[in-house]
Each structure stands twice: as structure tokens, then as C-alpha cells.
């Protein structure tokens, strides 16, 4: 199994490649005026060659982004703010012509300088559940991929926080052979009860500050695991970018022998291509449980999450909080046990 530092080796690697292939891309000016040419009566009513080139641009980082925000990948603050701007930007474009916007994103595709079409597909399907209708539902894909950019650090920086008392928590409990594989040790907690919680004003285990917790990290988890899911169709080798990729490289393989690409770019893809599917195979072997920021993977959010219940649960009954208990149980802690099963046979 892969690590953590080589899994973001492996992404950093691919990235490097992407950007360097998009960049010897948009230096051979002549395959995008070849292409363009074809939209050549779309292109005159809306900007000339050189804006296509901005436009380019922004459609490439808003995938770079995009699907690192989708990844759960560090993002610096500086590489966000670009990545609104240049969804602000694309937003206009669409404004101006939906059907142009299509067919830009189509030929950059062909190209492999993004795959932002096939990605806002594959979005729009796992999250609504029916196909997408470009000229309708890009609006509302771009605005919804915006917020998941938008809410990235903060969501990074609430992980910090629910792990920050990890170590704390792990002395309340004992490890069992059930299936969920930990129970609580009330001896323990009562006696960091009695001392804390009675009056209910510990800033982090007080049963209003940790009923919070728990309702945030739940949809947290539930995204990760509907992100995952989109991760895996989008990669996946029949239908997905790696089927679409390596028919690109078998094209732009004939195009380098009859001299229409370069020895040079061919390669630049070609490496691409390579160090994108070394990633791809990390993330697939590393698999749900390993999915998540680096130092909060899925698997050890799951437990933890489960012993904040436990903790909850406990606080509820000693208080008499029964309708808070019942509900706690019924909307979080029955479903959170079965995958927390799920994940240890996983393992």
C-alpha cells in the first residue's frame, strides 16, 4: 500500500506533467488555429484567437482545481482565488454562447488540454443522479464546484480541529473484537464526567459543542465517500479519462509520424499520460479508507467520529437528554456503526 508521501509525490508528478504539457500545447499555436478554424463564425461574434488563449487558461485550472478540491489535495490560498476568477470568467463565456462553450470545452478534450467536459459530466451524474444537459445545467455544476473550492480550507481546517483531541479521546476507550472494534470505558469517561461535563461547559466535549462536531463531520463523510465515488468513475479504465487518454495517445501518435504534432509535444503527453495513470493507480489501490487529506484519511475520521458518539451518547444518558439521545441514534450513530464495519472488513 502506498504511503501519504507517495501518493502526493505521485500527484505532484502528475501535475508537473499536466502543466508541462499544457504549456508545449499552447506554444504549438497551430493545432488550436487548426481546430478553432472549424468554430471559425462562433469564434468572429464573440473574441479573436489571442482571448481564446485566456479562455484556455481558465478552462485548465478550473479542472486542475476543481478535481484537487474533489481529491481532498492540499490547495494553496493563491491557486483558489485564481480558480474563482477563472470560473467567473468561463461563467461569462457561457453567457455570451452555451453551444460555443461546449464545443471549446469538446476541442480542448481532443487535445487533452482539459478535461473539464467529460469531468463536469461525470460530476453532474454522480451527484444528481441523470445525465447532464450541458446547455441547461452548467450553471449550476460551475456554481457548485465553486463552493467546494470556496469551503476547501475551511473544511481542511475543521479536520484539525476534530482530530485535535485524538490522542485525548483514545484513553476513554477499549479495544474489542466486535465488529466495530471499540467500546467506551465508562469507568474512565464518568470520572472526566463528574470533573467536566456535569455543568456541561467544556468548550470541546460539552454535549451543544460536540452534537456540532458530530453533524458537521457526518455530511463531511458523506461527501468524501460521494467524492470518491466520482473519483472512481472518472478514472475508470472503460469509460473513463484513461479510456479517453489512451485513444488521444494512439492519435497523437499517428500525428507525430506524418509531422502534424511534434517529436516533442508527443512525448510531453506521453509522460503526461504515464504519471497521470501511476496517480490514477495509487488512489484506486489506496481506496476509500485511505481517501482524505494527508493525516486525516476516511478510515481513521470514521473511528473517531464514532467515539464522539459514544462519548455524546453517554452524556445524553447520564443527562436525560432521551429525544436528543434517540435522535443522535437514528440519524447518525446506526448508520455510522454499519460503516464503520464496512471499513474494518475493508481493511
Known amino acids: 500500500m502506498a504511503t ?9 508528478q502528475y501535475t508537473k506533467k499536466k502543466i508541462s504539457y499544457f504549456e508545449s500545447i499552447i506554444k504549438e499555436e497551430k493545432i488550436l488555429k487548426e481546430r478553432i478554424n472549424i468554430l471559425e463564425n462562433y469564434f468572429r461574434q464573440n473574441f479573436n484567437y489571442e482571448k481564446s488563449r485566456e479562455y484556455i487558461r481558465d478552462i ?3 479542472e486542475l482545481i476543481a478535481v484537487s478540491a474533489i481529491s481532498r489535495t492540499e490547495i494553496i490560498d493563491g491557486d483558489i482565488k485564481a480558480a474563482c476568477r477563472a470560473i467567473n470568467n ?3 463565456f457561457y453567457s455570451k454562447n452555451p453551444d460555443l462553450l461546449k464545443d471549446f470545452l469538446l476541442l480542448l478534450a481532443k487535445y487533452a488540454i482539459s478535461d473539464l467536459y467529460y469531468f463536469l459530466n461525470t460530476y453532474w451524474f454522480q451527484k444528481h443522479k441523470t445525465q447532464m444537459n450541458f446547455k441547461v445545467n452548467y450553471p449550476s455544476a460551475a456554481t457548485e464546484l465553486k463552493t467546494i473550492i470556496e469551503t476547501h480550507r475551511p473544511t481542511n481546517e475543521f479536520m484539525k480541529l476534530f482530530f485535535s483531541q485524538k490522542e485525548f479521546t483514545s484513553k476513554f476507550f477499549i479495544k474489542t473484537n466486535d465488529k466495530t472494534g471499540y467500546t467506551i470505558d465508562e469507568v474512565i469517561f464518568k470520572d472526566f464526567y463528574d470533573k467536566n461535563l456535569t455543568n456541561d461547559s467544556h468548550v470541546f466535549f460539552s454535549s451543544s459543542a460536540l452534537s456540532k462536531l458530530i453533524e458537521k463531520m457526518s455530511q463531511i463523510h458523506i461527501d468524501m465517500e460521494n467524492h470518491f465515488k466520482l473519483l472512481y468513475h472518472y478514472y475508470d479504465n472503460k469509460t473513463g479519462k484513461p479510456f479517453r487518454y489512451n485513444f488521444i495517445l494512439e492519435n497523437f501518435e499517428e500525428k507525430k509520424n506524418t509531422g502534424v504534432i511534434s517529436v516533442k509535444l508527443f512525448n510531453e503527453f506521453r509522460d503526461y499520460n504515464n504519471s497521470f495513470n501511476i496517480y490514477r493507480e495509487i488512489i484506486e489501490q489506496r481506496g476509500l479508507i485511505n481517501f482524505g487529506f494527508e493525516d486525516f484519511p476516511y478510515k ?3 473511528i473517531l467520529l464514532y467515539k464522539y458518539c459514544r462519548i455524546l451518547e453517554f452524556v445524553y444518558l447520564r443527562k436525560g437528554y432521551y429525544d436528543k439521545l434517540n435522535n443522535l441514534r437514528n440519524t447518525i450513530l446506526n448508520s455510522l456503526e454499519k460503516r464503520l464495519i464496512a471499513v474494518n472488513l475493508s481493511a
Do not use: H, V
Open 4 to 12: 501519504d508521501s507517495q501518493t502526493n509525490n505521485a500527484l505532484r
Open 300 to 302: 481513521e475520521s470514521i
Open 60 to 62: 485548465f485550472t478550473f
Open 90 to 92: 468561463i461563467n461569462d
